[in-house]
């Protein structure tokens, strides 16, 4: 498959003359999920955004963002992140040949977004304050500079992930509601902006980590906590989108504890064979916690891969069997 700004131009802010910066991001497997829907008793599908390039949903964003500011001729990107939109940003600067800047919390971001980052060749700033005080920071850098500022309040961000909502509509037909994992609030936006423009309206059933809920609580939460980095936000950017895509929907913001979040991130794991980021387990863990409100066919974003967070998983999981080099010990350790 052909990037996304090739395979949806008609509906992309790009001519075909436009410089294209594309790592061949979308086109991600829908893959049906048995075990979650006879727990959840409807049909639930899964949409896999951690197959995209850098493991996550944002390169959809960022493909388009990082485009329009090669069209614009600027010559460095910036971003606040919780670790993904670093990652992706990190990656697409490499590939465009921009410089790349990258701010993040320090010690709260996952250690695989750090890596990538880091390899990519982005600088890495670690900032003492959280996500929200990032994002402020960065938008006044982005007044100030010459720099492209490639977080979901540049619009190109929501033009690329709404992708996704064709997708979806290409492979299904039809759906009933969208259960996904809400931070900044740019990706539900984008897949309502999606679905409308090709007049599809399925309920935006929205989740947020109950220590960082802003949106649920109806005011910004100045500390929030989630063993869900990705999602640890407490005054998304997106707020206002937000709402209108779920009262226009006819759905719900709502929130889900860690403990429900870890519960969803493992039987993902170990009954549907999905390893995803446990801000992404937001979205099944909500549908499970909070019902489908009448909807029949669901499709649940898993927004990011599992390697991505390597030491939650290490935490949650299984040990290791330890074994002598001998046959009666690796006998009795497989079959023990
Ligand atoms: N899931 C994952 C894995 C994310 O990384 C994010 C956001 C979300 C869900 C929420 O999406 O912000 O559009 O509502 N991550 C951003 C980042 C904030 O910096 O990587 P949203």
Not at 2 to 15: C, N, S, V, W
Request: proline share 6%; glycine share 10%; hydrophobic share 45%.
């Amino acid at each position: 498959m052909p990037g996304l700004i090739e395979r949806y131009r008609d509906h992309l802010p790009f001519a075909p003359e436009d410089p294209i910066v594309t790592l061949h991001e979308g086109s991600t497997p829908l893959v049906p999920a048995p075990r979650v829907s006879e727990r959840a008793g409807v049909e639930v599908w899964l949409k896999l955004e951690g197959a995209n390039p850098t493991g996550s949903f944002k390169d959809r964003g960022m493909t388009c963002a990082v485009s329009a500011a090669v069209r614009e001729g600027a010559d460095a990107v910036v971003c606040a992140s919780t670790g993904n939109t670093a990652a992706s940003a990190a990656a697409y600067a490499a590939r465009a040949g921009l410089r790349g800047a990258v701010i993040v919390p320090e010690g709260k971001i996952a250690t695989g977004k750090l890596a990538q980052a880091l390899m990519h060749g982005a600088r890495v700033i670690a900032l003492r304050g959280n996500f929200d005080v990032a994002l402020t920071l960065v938008r006044e850098l982005a007044q100030r500079h010459p720099i492209a500022l490639v977080n979901s309040v540049n619009e190109f961000r929501i033009e690329g992930q709404k992708t996704a909502a064709f997708e979806l509509i290409d492979e299904l037909g039809e759906l009933d509601a969208l259960c996904i994992p809400v931070g900044n609030a740019g990706n539900i936006t984008a897949y309502w902006r999606g679905f409308q423009e090709i007049g599809h309206h399925p309920r935006m059933l929205g989740f947020q980590a109950a220590g960082a809920a802003p949106l649920v609580l109806g005011a910004p939460v100045e500390h929030p906590e989630t063993i869900a980095s990705a999602i640890r936000i407490g005054n998304p950017a997106r707020w206002e989108d937000a709402m209108s895509a779920m009262t226009a929907s006819n759905g719900a913001i709502q929130a889900v504890t860690d403990e429900q979040i870890i519960d969803a991130y493992r039987f993902l794991a170990e009954r549907e064979g999905v390893f995803c980021e446990p801000a992404s387990a937001a979205s099944v863990a909500g549908l499970l916690a909070h019902g489908a409100r009448g909807a029949e066919r669901i499709v649940c974003v898993l927004t990011g891969h599992g390697l991505k967070d390597p030491q939650t998983a290490l935490e949650r999981a299984g040990t290791v069997v330890p074994c002598d080099p001998e046959l009666t010990a690796i006998e009795r350790a497989v079959l023990g």
